[in-house]
């Protein structure tokens, strides 16, 4: 199974500033890796998945990058809507799929 | 459009079995290129992916639910379900189910775009 690791767990940042999140695979996983974003009380919602294509309907300001093992997702200017947990996922080698355990984006 | 819904008890009874069903509008579950996926999401903690089903019947499990858990299809009704037997405080959970982006040309994107709203399962006596 590849475990998926996220870092920070937490990020405090304010609006208008930049955020990076990582993820980093446990084995490769290529660029077969997604991003999630979840606000409380609904579903994740698809950020970005060939760990760098932008999902339909996705702003420019979620850009993700990286391959093989370590992957970021930066936030270019945070919105007030962008205050969420972010998940990654990978889909390289499964079953099973894996996610990360997520990092809480707070102002 | 696609649209998924997850339906069943909301309370289970420790060593019962869990069941729940996802409808599914806007495609059907016979199309070929996707497995059609169960998510869950214990409470305040993370993603756990279950398992998935393709339109053949085939299915990919999670192997620590695998000795527990049963996927099937009922294509008449375009409709999939979630059986997991035995079930512990530990499977209290919102129960996802998704379908994946599929085919991009030269890949398979098993990442997912499409959402129920979710079901919230408390097992508890």
């Known amino acids: 199974e590849i475990v998926m690791t996220q870092s920070p767990a937490t990020l405090s940042v304010s609006p208008g500033e930049r955020a990076t999140l990582s993820c980093r695979a446990s084995q490769t996983v290529s660029t077969n890796l997604a991003w999630y974003q979840q606000k409380p009380g609904q579903a994740p919602s698809l950020l970005i998945y060939?760990?760098?294509t932008r999902a339909t309907g996705i702003p420019g300001r979620f850009t993700g990058s990286g391959s093989g093992t370590d992957f970021n997702l930066t936030i270019s200017s945070l919105q007030p809507e962008d205050f969420a947990v972010y998940y990654c996922?990978?889909?390289?080698?499964?079953?099973?799929?894996?996610f990360g355990g997520g990092t809480k984006v707070e102002i | 459009q696609l649209q998924l819904r997850e339906s069943g008890p909301g309370l289970v009874k420790p060593s019962e079995t869990l069941s729940l069903t996802c409808s599914v509008s806007?495609?059907?579950?016979?199309?070929?290129?996707?497995?059609w996926h169960w998510i869950r999401q214990p409470p305040g903690k993370g993603l756990e992916w279950i398992g998935g089903?393709?339109?053949?019947?085939?299915?990919h499990y999670n192997p620590s639910l695998k000795s527990r858990l049963t996927i099937s299809l009922e294509t008449s009704k375009n409709q999939f379900s979630l059986n997991l037997a035995s079930v512990t405080a530990a499977d209290t959970a919102v129960y996802y189910c998704?379908?994946?982006?599929?085919?991009?040309?030269?890949?398979?994107?098993?990442?997912?775009?499409?959402w129920g709203q979710g079901a919230m399962v408390t097992v508890s006596s």
């Open positions: 806007g495609d059907s579950l016979t199309r070929s290129n996707f497995y």
């Open positions: 996922q990978q889909y390289n080698d499964w079953p099973p799929l894996t």
């Open positions: 998704a379908r994946p982006v599929g085919v991009i040309p030269g890949t398979l994107v098993t990442a997912f775009d499409s």
């Open positions: 060939g760990a760098s």
């Open positions: 089903i393709y339109y053949t019947g085939h299915t």
